[in-house]
């Protein structure tokens, strides 16, 4: 089992920045990919950026959020990061943190951290 904690959540001015952090624990899969969704009211759960443990892989990003938002991890502290900076509202939602362990075909979620961008 894997289990994953996100923080860093919380409330930001349009313009602003945050920085989300997911922990991971656990049995975690060598092979895997990690990835940052985000799920608004009344919406699906779209993906934000995702990235391949050991950085073997391409970096994807929803085109709303590129030059804005930056995926990273640091493999030694099994965490991945979500830079966010120029903010805007529409950026409000939970963000959550996914991994996907790349051989069993299977999805480890974490809880979900707000974030709400508003002046």
């Known amino acids: 089992q894997v289990q994953l904690v996100e923080s860093g959540g919380g409330l930001a001015q349009p313009g602003g920045s945050l920085t989300l952090s997911c922990a991971a624990s656990g049995r975690i899969p060598t092979r895997n990919v990690m990835g940052w969704y985000r799920q608004a009211p009344g919406k699906q759960r779209d993906l934000v950026a995702m990235?391949?443990?050991?950085?073997?892989?391409?970096?994807n990003y929803a085109d709303s959020v590129k030059g804005r938002f930056t995926i990273s991890t640091d493999n030694a502290k099994n965490t991945v990061y979500l830079q966010m900076s120029n903010l805007k509202p529409e950026d409000t939602a939970i963000y959550y943190c996914?991994?996907?362990?790349?051989?069993?075909?299977?999805?480890?979620w974490g809880q979900g951290t707000q974030v709400t961008v508003s002046s």
């Open positions: 990235l391949p443990s050991g950085g073997g892989g391409d970096t």
């Open positions: 996914r991994m996907r362990d790349s051989v069993r075909k299977f999805d480890y």
